[in-house]
């Protein structure tokens, strides 16, 4: 599923939308303004039965969180 996670400049929210096409305008779901940036974001795979993050970043993991987005972690 194409669902991305961005960051609006003009209301500081992060929010995820599912996105069709090579390079869509969204607008932001709080403000309405299209100012946002597609952030870089996580994937999980499950492999063998375990839950897999492919984040080769430092700080926690989201391996094991139940949110249903990481800008609700920290």
Do not use: Y
């Amino acid at each position: 599923m194409p669902i991305f996670e961005f960051h609006c400049h003009s209301c500081n929210q992060e929010f995820e939308k599912l996105v069709f096409g090579a390079d869509p305008e969204v607008e932001c779901p709080h403000c309405g303004q299209n100012k946002v940036e597609k952030l870089m974001s996580a994937c999980t795979a499950k492999v063998g039965g375990k839950l897999t993050s492919t984040s080769s970043g430092g700080g926690s993991s989201c391996a094991g969180c139940s949110s249903g987005s990481c800008s609700t972690c920290g």
